[in-house]
Nanobody
Framework: QLQLVESGGGLVQPGGSLRLSCAAS???????VGWFRQAPGKEREGVAC????????NYADSVKGRFTISRDNAKNTVQLQMNHLLPEDTAVYYC???????????????????WGQGTQVTVSS
């Protein structure tokens, strides 16, 4: 069992930046990690993922060029740097771990095995 905890969410103005972090009670070294988000009334969608090695990343089209996923295995964390935020980015953001260390091209929630409880991101003026 892998326990994941997200942090870094909050209120930010449009055009601003926010950095989310995903920390694990166990070691994340061998897991792929994805970030997902769920806005009110919407289905949960994949935002970004990174392979266990960090050598492969994928992003949803809606966030390409604005969001960057990275990992620091020494600190056992994965980050999501979010720049040029839009009101449409408002959602609860979740991190999730993929057992086989993959970062699937289609960031589907069914590919991920362990989930955090989420952190709220609100983009509003």
């Amino acid at each position: 069992q892998l326990q994941l905890v997200e942090s870094g969410g909050g209120l930010v103005q449009p055009g601003g930046s926010l950095r989310l972090s995903c920390a694990a009670s166990g070691f994340l070294l061998d897991y792929g990690v994805g970030w997902f988000r769920q806005a009110p009334g919407k289905e949960r969608e994949g935002v970004a993922c990174i392979s266990s090695s960090g050598g492969s990343t994928n992003y949803a089209d809606s966030v390409k060029g604005r969001f960057t996923i990275s990992r620091d295995n020494a600190k056992n964390t994965v980050q999501l740097q979010m720049n040029h935020l839009l009101p449409e980015d408002t959602a609860v953001y979740y991190c999730a771990a993929e057992y086989f260390g993959c970062c699937p091209r289609r960031i589907a929630m069914q590919r991920f095995d362990y989930w955090g409880q989420g952190t709220q991101v609100t983009v509003s003026s």
